[in-house]
Each structure stands twice: as structure tokens, then as C-alpha cells.
């Protein structure tokens, strides 16, 4: 039998001597050389006892050695948690002894802070630094490659824990299949090829630089311009030798800051791609202004990979995630599970292949969120038009209900977004002892810009409903993010959530 997922990404690339990785420093890495040191790392795996099926925790900085380690645990049937360079140890503790990893795999700045995390959970800890060094690296240094283990489709590939900003973070569990029939779909929508390159500085703790970017690359057998993290100047030096980038929100604005963004910087390049958080529809305006093009935006998320993309030939839509992926069904549902009519705002539900098996030892948790026919609950609200597009308006959590009537979010944050020295907003809910919750909103102005609390009010007054207005408006520098550029509105409920007590 073979391994699903490895064959399908690396096995084809055994022994190439095509350029897979363009670093930093200079320097590349061939397809070749790259499925050699996954070997090695697979060697390394089978000698620290890990069978197919047990999990390996990696905390470790951006870089080719990760890269491989995660193609080594494919290549072993081990499945493999990639785990966000900020978590703290005590978070690190909760995956590590959750998901039962037999190894952790940190950064050697790490083990210190990480030993007794791993000694708790019964785990054993080695180290592996983006230079290669490490004691990971030294176990695997004169192995012989062993036997690649055979994996069906649908046995697991990899846990990627949720943020866990409602709760306890739960453990997706992804399998080969997930993975490999999601890829398949985005390099054929967003027609990748051998003659790309796709300019990759996003993190590989996540969904969309490790199962998007770097699984297109792998299936269409193109380059990556390997960043460690997103750099404005680099991006902008090498955004010529490439003809894709995948970014967040952010590294767009970034780059609308920089005059050298101009049509001629981008003239190589024929796509680029947003996702992992909502992409204002002035940064859209923008982005076409100053260089002809229009940012492809996705939707997509830990537990389905990617859902619905706006379309390569064809109208790209700004504020809407464009159409459900070949294969992939979406409808919006009401809180009974009924569709809503066209146009109606709703819980946006997705069943295909790419929707995840449910979460590690959570059955009660699957069981509410995956229905039985298949359909996954995504919590996140939105329409359809006539013409399919889908506009996600908020999550279902971020629903504001005052007064009884139900406020959308991103319905006022539009409206605010459009005033005049707004540069952009987040709406939340926060206790209130006569509506239940109060609408809120949190602005940043643009720079140079003097906002003022009543003159927005006053501004909103012809566009939104009273119910829907802001009974506070709190103006700051910026808004807390995440590493994906997602706005944290726990943070900012937490905040404000005693702004009328008492």
C-alpha cells in the first residue's frame, strides 16, 4: 500500500535536481536534497521509537529543516503538530500532554523552558534549530533512510489545534485525504504550474503556509522564495523573481505603504492571494490603483482547509470570498439547520473531502459542530447571492443581540470603514443592564487623521438603524491581532466589558 499524502507530494520529486526552495541567504535547495534530509528525518523518527499513528509536537522557527521534518513524519506515518512560535510553555504543556506526542522538537533557546513540559507529559524533547544543528539533526545525521510507511487516505496526517479563544483549544484531526484533495483542488483553480514561483512568507504552523502554499508548490512542482517571516523591504526586492505570493491582510497594507509598490515591481507577478482574515474592500482599491491587479481572496479554516475562493478567470468581488471550490458544498443554514432563502444571513455549513475528521477526544464537541450527513458547522455567519458568491459578515459568537434585535458586526464596521479618517474598525458586544448587550466599536484613524467619538455618531446616523449604533466608540492605535492578522475581539470585549456596569 502506499503513503497517500507523501507520495502524491514528495515521492514524485525523489532524486530531482529542480530548484524547490530559493533561502535567504542566497542559497538553494533542490527538490532532491530536500526529499533527502525528510528521509534522514524520517530515519531519525523510526529510531526514537515513533510508529505510525503516534504524534510529534514541533515548536521550532520557519525554515527548510522544519519543513522536512514535517515531510519526515508523513514519510513515517507519524502524525505531526506544527505549534504557533509564541505559545508559552504552559500552553505548550496543554498539546503536548493532550495529544498524547510521543516528541516534542523545539528550538535549542527552548529546552530549557521546555524539558520539564516534556518530562510531565512522558514525552521525549530534542532540538532542531533552522540552521540544522540541534540533537534532532545529530541523531539523524548518519541514518540510512528507512522503508516509507504505507498510509490510506484516510488515516491522520496532522492535529492543528484551534485558538481556543472561546474555550479550551481542540485538536482538528486531518487526514491524508483532507490534505492531498484540497491541494489538488487550489493548484488546479488558481492554475499553478512548474513555471511559477511563489514568494512564501507566511508561517508553517498554519493552514494557509503549510496545507495551502506549500502543497500547491509541492503538486505543481514550482519554487518557493522560502522567507522565514513576512520583511516589507525583502518582499518588495523580490516580489520581480516571483509570479504568486499568498499573504494575510497585513502584508498587503504593509506594502501599500511602500511607494515602490508600483505596476512594474508586480508586472511578474499573475496572482495574489489573501486570506486566514478579512481583507478590507479599500485595501482591494488600493491594491488594483497602484498596480493594476486584483487580490484573489479565500475562505478557509483549521478544520476544512479551504472552502470557497474567488475565481482565477473571472470577477474577483471585493468583500465576498467568491464561490465553493470543485467539490466542496456550501449552504446557510438558520439555528434549526434549515437553509435560508438567498441573500439571507445565516450559519455558513461546508461538507467535501478537505472537512477534518473531528476533534482529538472531543467526541461531544464533534458531535455539535459535524453533522451526520457531513456538513461541518463553521460558527461563521454569512449570505449567498443569486450569483453564489459568499460574504462572511461575522462570526456567530461575534453576533450582538440588543434590545432583542440582532446587530451584524461587519455591517457597521463597513459603514464605518467608509468615513472618512477611518483606517479601520472592530465591533463588539459588551454587557449592558437595559439592552443586555451594547454595540461597540474600537476605531484606528488613519495616519494624521483627528477622530472624533460624536462626529462619527453624527455620521452614522443616515446610514444605520439606531439599534445597530454604536452606544460607544473607542478610538485607539491599533487593534490586537494574532499571528495571522485576525482580530482579536476576545481581547477587546475583555477590554471594554465593564463599560456599564454599575
Known sequence: MANHLYDALFG????????????????????????????????????????????????????????????????????????????????????????GAKLLVAGSKSAAALAPVAEAAGARLATLDADGTGSFADSAGGLTPVAVEPRAPGDLAAFLYTSGTTGRSKGAMLSHDNLLSNARVLADYWRFTRKDVLLHALPIFHTHGLFVATNVALLAGCPMIFLPKFDAEEVIRLLPQATAMMGV????????????????????????????????????????????????????????????????????RAGTVGLPLPGVEVKVCDPNGGEVPPGGIGTIEVRGPNVFQGYWKMPEKTAEELRPDGFFITGDLGTVDADGYVTIVGRAKDLVISGGFNVYPKEVEMALDALP????????????????????????????????????????????????????IDIRHDLPRNTMGKVQKNLLRDDLCGLFAG
Request: with cysteine; charged share 20%.
Open 12 to 99: 514524485q520529486h525523489e532524486g530531482q535536481d529542480t530548484v524547490f526552495l530559493y533561502l535567504p541567504d542566497g542559497s538553494s535547495m533542490t527538490h532532491g536534497d530536500f526529499c533527502a534530509l525528510a528521509a534522514r528525518y524520517g530515519a531519525a523518527l523510526a529510531q526514537a521509537e515513533l510508529k505510525p499513528g503516534d504524534r510529534v509536537a514541533m515548536q521550532m522557527e520557519k525554515s527548510p529543516h522544519m519543513l522536512a521534518l514535517i515531510a519526515g513524519a508523513i514519510r513515517q506515518g507519524a502524525v505531526f503538530l506544527p505549534l504557533n512560535t509564541a505559545y508559552t510553555p504552559a500552553e505548550i504543556a496543554y498539546f503536548v500532554g493532550d495529544s
Open 421 to 472: 479618517g477611518v483606517l479601520e474598525s472592530a465591533v463588539i458586544g459588551v454587557p449592558h443592564p437595559d439592552f443586555g448587550e451594547a454595540v461597540v466599536a474600537v476605531l484606528v484613524p488613519e495616519a494624521g487623521a483627528l477622530l472624533d467619538a460624536k462626529s462619527v455618531q453624527a455620521a452614522l446616523a443616515a446610514s444605520l438603524a439606531k439599534f445597530k449604533q454604536p452606544k460607544h
Open 249 to 316: 491582510p497585513t502584508f498587503y497594507t504593509r506594502l501599500l505603504d511602500d511607494p515602490r509598490l508600483t505596476r512594474d515591481l508586480v508586472g511578474n507577478i499573475r496572482l495574489f492571494v489573501s486570506g486566514s482574515a478579512p481583507l478590507l474592500a479599500d485595501t482591494h482599491r488600493q491594491w488594483e490603483a497602484h498596480t493594476g491587479q486584483r487580490i484573489l481572496e479565500r475562505y478557509g479554516m483549521t478544520e476544512t482547509n479551504m472552502n470557497t475562493s474567488n475565481p482565477y478567470a473571472g470577477e474577483r
